[in-house]
């Protein structure tokens, strides 16, 4: 599965700490990140992810484009509720898109759990076919 971090900046240590935990389930995956989120996951696990630009830079945007394409699997956003962010409109455009699609995204820890069980038990089994058959494409 293509799986992708994000995390903003007071949720880094955060994130950190549940993909350490998760390691050993996230390890079998293609793993993608915005730019620091990704760096700092990889300073604490054995993982190796593929990162795109930092967030503000264009990042969420990258990511985006691969939600768009139907090529991510799941999403684990862990964004600051309480803090604005400068790029807030490319936040909101990763997440239009993640439910245009119908994709899986996290925004907390809590609804991060409960999807890497699912991911664990072979419940996103059905985004091979996804992968296989992309109806949408042009
Ligand atoms: O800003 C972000 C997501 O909106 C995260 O970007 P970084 O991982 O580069 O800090």
Redesign the pocket.
Known sequence: MNIAF????RK?DEMVNFVTAYEHVFEGHNLY????????IMESTKLKIHRF?????G??QQIGALVAQNEMDLII?L?DPLMA?P?EP??IA?LRLCDVQGIPVATNVATGELLVRALQRGDFAWRELVHKYKPGEA
């Open positions: 994000i995390a903003h900046d880094k990140s915005t730019g620091t989120t990704g760096m700092r630009m930092s967030g503000p830079l990042g969420d956003f964004r962010q790029h490319d936040i990763l």
